[in-house]
Nanobody, 125 residues
Framework: QVQLIESGGGLVQAGGSLRLSCAAS????????LGWFRQGPGKEREFVAA????????YYPNAKKDRFTISRDNAKNTVYLQMDNLKPEDTALYLC??????????????????WGQGTRVIVSS
């Protein structure tokens, strides 16, 4: 089983940037596709981005691709989410997730093997 620990959240003004990190540990951690979801106040959880275990394939909902970029460093078993030009509507708990295959994270009913506890992002106007 893979364990996920997120970091990097915080308070930022609109227009600013943050980089979230998710460190994966456990057996075969580097063999998992990793991704990010978020859940804003009073909103349903939504998919943000995912990346294959080798990093060659990335997955985004089209609306967020221009501002958010996912990457990974397998030497560190860490996935990153670079968030630029943040908006107040990006305020949410950001959750890291793992799956044995990237597209499983991007589908409407994601198939997740493990979740992190989340890191909170607050964007002030």
């Amino acid at each position: 089983q893979v364990q996920l620990i997120e970091s990097g959240g915080g308070l930022v003004q609109a227009g600013g940037s943050l980089r979230l990190s998710c460190a994966a540990s456990g057996r075969s951690a580097s063999n998992y596709a990793l991704g990010w979801f978020r859940q804003g106040p009073g909103k349903e959880r939504e998919f943000v981005a995912a990346i294959s275990w080798r990093g060659g394939n990335t997955y985004y909902p089209n609306a967020k691709k221009d501002r958010f970029t996912i990457s990974r460093d397998n030497a560190k078993n860490t996935v990153y989410l670079q968030m630029d030009n943040l908006k107040p509507e990006d305020t949410a708990l950001y959750l890291c997730a793992a799956s044995d295959w990237g597209p499983k994270l991007a589908k409407d009913d994601p198939d997740v093997d493990a979740w992190g506890q989340g890191t909170r992002v607050i964007v002030s106007s």
